[in-house]
C-alpha cells in the first residue's frame, strides 16, 4: 500500500517536505501545491517550490491547476522541462476563488470543458498524468459522470477525496459515494481523507481492500510519524513522539531563519504549522508560541514544551 503527502497550500511547501522527509520518512511520493499560471505565466513562488535544486525528498510530484486545455499543456510542459516525468492535476480544490474560474472542483459540473484540457493527457505520452479530485463541487453526481471519461484516459492513478467542494474541510467524508466511485473506476484509486491514526487507515483499508494507496494530508500534519507507522513501522511512544517533533520543529525553524529576512518572516512561516502542529501542547504554551511578536520570545515560548 503506497501512503502519499497531500498537497496543503501553505503547509506542505519545499522545506516542510523535506523536513518531514529527514526526520520522519515513511512517504512513498510527496505532492506539491498546485503550481499555477497567472496573467500567462508561472508564479516564481511555484516554481521556486518545485525546483529539484530546492527538494530533498526521495520523490516529488508536482501538482498543477490549470481551466483549459492551452493552460494545462504550459504549466505540465514548465514542470517537464525540470526533469518531473509524473505531473499531477488538480480537479479538487474547493476555495471560492478557484472555483470561480473554473480550476479545481469548479470544472468538475462542466463535463465537456474536462474534456478538452484533459485531452492533453494523450498529447504529452512523456508525461505520466494523475489526477486528484473530489465527488464533485455540488453533487457526487459530478463525479460519476467523470469518471467514463477519466476511464477512458491513460492515467497513472486517480486520488479521490469524498466530499464536494461545498463543504471545503467541513462536515464528514461519504463512505458510501467513495464506494460508487470505487466500483465503477478502472484505475488505481487512491483514498484521501480524514486519515487521523492507523485505526482510520485500517477501516478504509478493510472497506475498499483494491485501493492503490492512501492519501494522508492534515492526519499526518498533526501525526507526522503516521505514514511511517502505516508502512508497517513500531508505533512512537509518546515522549519518542514528542522528541522527534521538536527535531522536525528544529529543522524547518533554522531552514526557515537561514532563508528569510527578518522576524516578521520568520515568524510568518512558522506559526502556521502550529494549526495542527503538536496538538498535545497545552493551551497556554500554545497560546505564549502564536502571541510571540520576535524570534527571540518565540523560542523562548517553544522551550516551554
Not at 114 to 142: A, I, Q, T, Y
Not at 196 to 217: E, N, Y
Not at 245 to 264: I, K, Y
Request: hydrophobic content about 40%; charged content about 30%.
Amino acid at each position: 500500500m503506497n501512503v502519499y503527502f497531500a498537497p496543503l497550500q501553505g503547509f506542505t511547501e519545499a522545506a516542510y517536505r523535506n523536513a518531514h522527509a529527514e526526520v520522519f520518512g515513511g512517504v512513498d511520493a510527496y505532492f506539491s501545491p498546485f503550481v499555477r499560471l497567472e496573467k500567462g505565466e508561472a508564479r516564481a513562488k511555484d516554481i521556486r517550490d518545485v525546483a529539484p535544486e530546492n527538494n530533498s525528498v526521495p520523490v516529488l510530484v508536482p501538482q498543477v491547476i490549470a481551466a483549459s486545455a492551452d493552460e494545462l499543456r504550459s504549466v505540465a510542459a514548465l514542470v517537464r522541462d525540470m526533469g518531473y516525468k509524473w505531473v499531477d492535476i488538480n480537479l479538487g480544490c474547493p476555495f471560492p476563488i478557484i472555483v470561480k474560474k473554473r480550476k479545481g472542483c469548479g470544472l468538475l459540473p462542466y463535463p465537456d470543458d474536462l474534456r478538452d484540457m484533459l485531452r492533453v493527457v494523450r498529447e504529452m505520452p512523456d508525461l505520466s498524468f494523475s489526477v486528484k479530485m473530489r465527488l464533485g463541487l455540488n453533487s457526487e453526481n459530478e463525479a460519476m459522470d467523470v469518471l467514463p471519461l477519466l476511464n477512458d484516459l491513460p492515467l497513472r492513478q486517480i486520488v479521490l477525496h469524498p466530499r464536494l467542494g461545498v463543504q471545503q474541510y467541513k462536515g464528514s467524508v461519504d463512505l458510501e459515494a467513495f464506494g460508487r466511485f470505487y466500483s465503477k473506476c478502472e484505475k488505481p484509486l487512491v483514498y484521501n481523507g480524514d486519515i487521523a491514526c492507523a485505526d482510520d487507515a485500517a477501516r478504509v483499508q478493510r472497506l475498499f481492500p483494491d485501493l492503490s494507496g492512501l492519501m494522508l494530508g492534515r492526519g499526518l500534519l498533526a501525526n507526522p510519524g503516521l505514514a511511517n507507522e502505516l508502512k508497517g513501522g513500531v508505533p512512537l511512544t509518546e515522549l519518542e513522539r514528542r522528541k522527534k517533533e521538536l527535531e522536525l520543529h528544529d529543522v524547518l525553524f533554522r531552514t526557515f531563519s537561514e532563508r528569510l529576512c527578518g522576524d516578521v518572516q520568520v515568524l510568518a512561516k512558522i506559526k502556521p504549522f502550529w494549526e495542527y502542529f503538536m496538538p498535545y501542547v497545552e493551551k497556554n504554551v500554545r497560546k505564549k508560541i502564536v502571541k510571540a511578536s520576535t524570534v527571540e520570545k518565540y523560542k523562548e515560548a517553544v522551550r516551554l514544551l
